[in-house]
Every structure is written in C-alpha cells, then in structure tokens.
C-alpha cells in the first residue's frame, strides 16, 4: 500500500514515514505542495496524509485544488487545530478523516488501515452529518469532538438513519431492517430507542438534528429538498407535517463554524500561534516513545535518531517557554528607555537549551550604546520572532541581530540562515497568518515593520535615544 505523506517539517515526516514503513506500509514524503503534485502524477498512492500547516500553502487549500481536480484518494488530515469548525471545514473540502496533534502513532496507524479498507469496501465508509460522525469499520459514533457510546441496537438504528440522512424513515422500515420484524407488528421499541438515540445525540447546547415526523417516521437532518424555511419544527425536534401549511421562519438554523474574530487581543492570537506550532515537535517526541515501547526492548534506532528526537525534545522546550514569556506579567518600566542588549539577553535566555543543544546560534552584532523603549510590547514581538523562527524551522539555525542607530531611530535586523544544507523557511511564510497582528503591536510602539518577499529577514525601524541622551544616561 503506498503513502504520500506531505508534512513540511523534516523530523515527523521522517519519523513517520519510517514507522509506517515499519507497519508494511510503502511510503514516500513530500515537504512542499510542488512535491506533492509531482508524486501524483508519477505514482498512484492509495492514501494521502497532509498536514494543514504546509509550508508556504494552506494544506487546505491544496486539498480543495486536489479535490476540484478530480482527485479522489483518501486524504487523512493532520492539525494542531482542534477546533469544530477547523474538523468541518477540513471534512466539507474533501478529507476523509482528521487527526489532530499530538497523536498516537497507533491511532494514525490504525486510522491509515481503516482508511485503506474503506477504500476496498465503501460499506465501511465513514457517515457524516453537520459535527455528527459515525465510522462502521471503529463502530465509534463522535459529535462535535466528543465520544458518544451506544448500545449496539442503538449504533445500527443510527447507522440506518445516517445512510438515510435527510430521508424520512417510516417506523415499519426501522422495525424490519434493525430487528427483522413484519411491518403489521405492533411495537413502541423504535420510539423508545429513538428516544435513546435522541438524548445522547442531540444534547440541551447541540443544534437538533433527529426529527419525528407526525405519521411517517423518523429523519435524521434537514430535508433533502429543503429550501430553508418549507418546514417547520417544534422545540421537541417534531416536524409539523400537515401539507399546504404556510410555513414560518424554521427554527432550524444553518450550520455554523466558529469565527476567529478581530476583537481578540494580539497577544493571545500570537500566543495560540505558537502553541500551535508547540504541537509538531510534541506529536515527534509522543509517537518516538510509542514505537519504542511497541518494539519491547528490540530497538534498531541509530544514534542519529536519538539525537534528532532529543532536538524535538528541547524544541518543545523552548516553544512551552515562548508562550510563557508572552504570558509572563513585566514590571513597571523605571523609565521610557531600555538597553537594547539587556533587552536581548532577557529575550535568549529563553532559548538557553536551544543554543545549548546546537539548534541555534545567535551572532550579535549591535552598537552597546543603542537604548529603545522600554514597553512589554518589544520585548514580546522579540520573543514572537524567535519563537516562531524554532516553531517553523526544524533545521539547526544561526540567527544573526544586527542593530545601528541612527539619529532618534535605529535598525534591528533579524536575519537567519541554515548550519547545514537545506533551506529555511522566509519571514512572511513563517509569520503571513499574524502579520496583522504583528504590524499593529510595532505600530503601537512608534516603529515601522519590513519582511521581503522570500528572504529569512525581519527588519524593523523602531525610536530610540540619540547617542548623545544614551551617554548621558550612562553617566548618571
């Protein structure tokens, strides 16, 4: 069976791929979404595992040009991104299944075989209706993330009215086709597990999705042709099914996704940022420990693995130390100034174990004199650039900070390059989903934000003391 893993951060698509290759599986990675649209023409892969958070493109977006091609392989998704809507959006453009970070390396292993199955036998397709889901090969039943047991009476009859979703099913079929009763026999059991089925599936705070329709039956969802507002439905979750009724305003609603809206802080928007960056090297060091712990003590592993899982290791490290940094409370300012390197030395010293470990290699290069404001919001945005630069690059990295002044402004450069062959992601991939965040904290702080089009540079053009005033100061 061949796998095209497409996940740009070099240590997990390795790790991966060489334990999935460990299951029986034939697999080839790709880190960019030209890669990927190459193996497709040059090999027909039975399933496609993408990570959203894809390089230079939106895996999502790459799934949605697969799929408007006429792509139709399996493709598991995986994401940090565990919201709701993220699984919706994600399910509606194409995926066949989503898994989300830090994962069991089991899980996705069992989840890639349930997949490939699917494939042989469409009966064991996976049934989705609006955040329901109800996969027959697991028999395991989810709604909006979370697990739903069933009776195995009650997962047939949902099973029945999922394969059947917006199709009113008259009682008599249910009987016959769940129990194998004569449609003449009289019997309440169907609206007694119907009732079951109703109070685990659709809960006080869920949208209604089993509907009793007065006279025929049971659906599940909207109808087929329904035209927003043909029906109406009472509290309970009963269609009124009288024909020729006027019908008024459905107290049904339309699916909705979650928002990320604008009033959110900056902060927490940069902060959720690299915790989700925290989840990669998280996922690499869980699954490491798992296949370890499967081989029972007949490990092949070389040392180079080793060394590159203790590298995910201290880049966990590191990122769990970025977002406390931007959470960490600052006391009040003494003054409007700050030493620019007192104010670098307070920002690495969150990135000790990094320097330490070899990952990175800071070369400052910036006059001593050199005092800019003493605000949290620089020290933040500093703390964000490095982060960000260990979240999205896995390669052993030198990061060169260069600052100069000039008159009442100074440049602060962020320049960075790989230690070994390989390139590194550029500034606006790194940084293009918080970029408005990010101009608004350097605009609140008086200064002017630079990133060129393809070069691993952030510059920045922020106030500082004139060099007269920064000698002064020192004097005193």
Request: proline content about 4%; glycine content about 6%; some cysteine.
């Amino acid at each position: 069976m061949a796998i095209l893993l497409a996940d740009d951060d070099v240590h997990l698509a390795n790790f991966l791929s060489k334990s999935l290759e460990s299951e029986g599986y034939s697999v080839h990675t790709a880190l960019d979404a030209e890669s990927v649209l190459f193996e497709l023409k040059r090999q027909n892969y039975k399933l496609i595992i993408l990570d959203l958070n894809f390089g230079k493109t939106d895996g999502l977006q790459l799934l949605e040009k697969l799929r408007s091609e006429g792509l139709t392989t399996p493709v598991m998704v995986l994401s940090a991104r565990n919201k709701v809507s993220d699984r919706i959006q994600s399910l509606n453009l194409g995926a066949d299944d989503y898994v989300t970070k830090p994962f069991s390396f089991q899980e996705l292993s069992a989840r890639a075989n349930a997949l490939l199955r699917r494939k042989a036998d469409p009966a064991l397709n996976v049934l989705r209706l609006e955040d329901l889901e109800l996969d027959p090969a697991l028999r395991r039943v989810t709604r909006g993330g979370r697990n739903i047991k069933l009776s195995p009476k009650e997962f047939d009859l949902l099973h029945l009215l999922l394969r059947r979703s917006g199709e009113t099913v008259s009682r008599q079929e249910l009987l016959r086709q769940s129990w194998g009763l004569q449609p003449e026999t009289d019997s309440n059991r169907i609206d007694v597990y119907v009732n079951y089925l109703r109070k685990k599936i659709d809960q006080p705070t869920d949208e209604k999705l089993i509907y009793t329709v007065r006279g025929a039956g049971y659906r599940l969802g909207r109808p087929v042709a329904d035209n927003l507002g043909a029906a109406q439905f009472s509290k309970n979750g009963q269609e009124n099914g009288r024909a020729g009724q006027s019908a008024g305003p459905s107290t049904s609603t339309l699916p909705t996704t979650e928002h990320v809206t604008l009033q959110q802080t900056p902060l927490r928007a940069l902060v959720n940022s690299v915790a989700h960056d925290l989840a990669q090297p998280l996922t690499s060091v869980r699954c490491f420990l798992e296949v370890v712990g499967m081989q029972n003590g007949k490990s092949t592993l070389k040392e180079n693995d080793l060394k590159n899982i203790e590298q995910q290791a201290d880049r966990a490290i590191a990122l769990a130390k970025t977002v406390s940094s931007l959470m960490r409370e600052v006391p009040t300012p003494s003054g409007p100034w700050k030493s620019l390197d007192a104010l670098l030395d307070e920002v690495l010293e969150d990135f000790t174990i990094l320097q330490h470990s070899g990952l990175l290699a800071v070369d400052r290069q910036c006059e001593p004199s050199i005092q800019v404001t003493s605000s949290p919001v620089l020290r933040q945005l500093l703390v964000l650039f490095v982060g960000k630069l260990v979240g999205r690059n896995t390669r052993p990295m030198t990061l060169t900070v260069a600052g100069q002044a000039k008159g009442a402004r100074c440049s602060l450069d962020l320049r960075w390059r790989s230690t070994e062959p390989g390139s590194v992601h550029d500034a606006k991939t790194i940084l293009s989903k918080e970029l408005l965040y990010i101009q608004d904290m350097v605009g609140s702080i008086g200064g002017e934000l630079n990133m060129s089009e393809g070069r691993a540079e952030i510059a920045l053009t922020l106030p500082c003391t004139p060099h007269s005033s920064s000698s002064k100061q020192d004097a005193a």
